[in-house]
T-cell receptor, first 112, second 114 residues
Framework: DGGITQSPKYLFRKEGQNVTLSCEQN?????MYWYRQDPGQGLRLIYY???????QKGDIAEGYSVSREKKESFPLTVTSAQKNPTAFYLC???????????FGSGTRLTVV | AQKVTQAQTEISVVEKEDVTLDCVYE???????LFWYKQPPSGELVFLIR??????QNEISGRYSWNFQKSTSSFNFTITASQVVDSAVYFC???????????FGTGTRLTVIP
């Protein structure tokens, strides 16, 4: 079945460490996105990529980095520069954002 | 600028009651899509419906129905005869051409009490 796989589901990180969240899709979608979800704040766009080897900052890109070396994969690195990284992270893909997204099941990151 | 407002933060209903979730949107674009997504406790956002700006026909899918009114910039979602499995956070969202983003409301947490 086609879909988006995010791993791991839960992730714990010590302060000062970088951590990478995985996102893989087999939907043959060109565009991929990373969102952050905090309680009561909806979803905020971190980064998006419309094509391999190209990506753009979203509304809250500071402290995050991404790569898009393959069409199927769009990993997100939460760096030590991100001051408040504890959140739920959702990856999505689409043919075009105008038509909506397919979402992964999310990764819950906790800084300990 | 685009904006989606879901004024109801939390709603609780008793099973079998009907419930309406409100969504008000703002955009200057004449072409846009509106969406509803369901987020159960597992976390994944599940697509429920997409409606384009030129189609104001209401839609019914089983116990779910949607009322789109451009005159009031609203896209409300009604669940008839609610069930415990309907308990989730529901998000309304808006897309416009070229934005490379879906604009989400802050969500409404629905709790259906057995």
């Amino acid at each position: 079945d086609g879909g988006i796989t995010q791993s791991p589901k839960y992730l714990f990180r010590k302060e000062g460490q970088n951590v990478t969240l995985s996102c893989e899709q087999n939907l043959n979608h060109d565009a991929m996105y990373w969102y952050r979800q905090d309680p009561g704040q909806g979803l905020r766009l971190i980064y998006y990529s419309q094509i391999v080897n190209d990506f753009q900052k979203g509304d809250i890109a500071e402290g995050y980095s991404v790569s898009r070396e393959k069409k199927e994969s769009f990993p997100l690195t939460v760096t030590s520069a991100q001051k408040n990284p504890t959140a739920f992270y959702l990856c999505a893909s689409s043919i075009d954002s105008f038509y909506g997204y397919t979402f992964g099941s999310g990764t819950r990151l906790t800084v300990v | 600028a685009q904006k989606v407002t879901q004024a109801q933060t939390e709603i609780s209903v008793v099973e079998k009651e009907d419930v309406t979730l409100d969504c008000v949107y703002e955009t200057r674009d004449t072409t846009y899509y509106l969406f509803w997504y369901k987020q159960p406790p597992s976390g994944e956002l599940v697509f429920l419906i997409r409606r384009n700006s030129f189609d104001e026909q209401n839609e019914i899918s089983g116990r779910y129905s949607w009322n789109f009114q451009k005159s009031t910039s609203s896209f409300n979602f009604t669940i008839t005869a609610s069930q415990v499995v309907d308990s989730a956070v529901y998000f309304c969202a808006l897309s416009v051409p070229g934005a490379n983003n879906l604009f989400f409301g802050t969500g409404t947490r629905l709790t259906v009490i057995p």
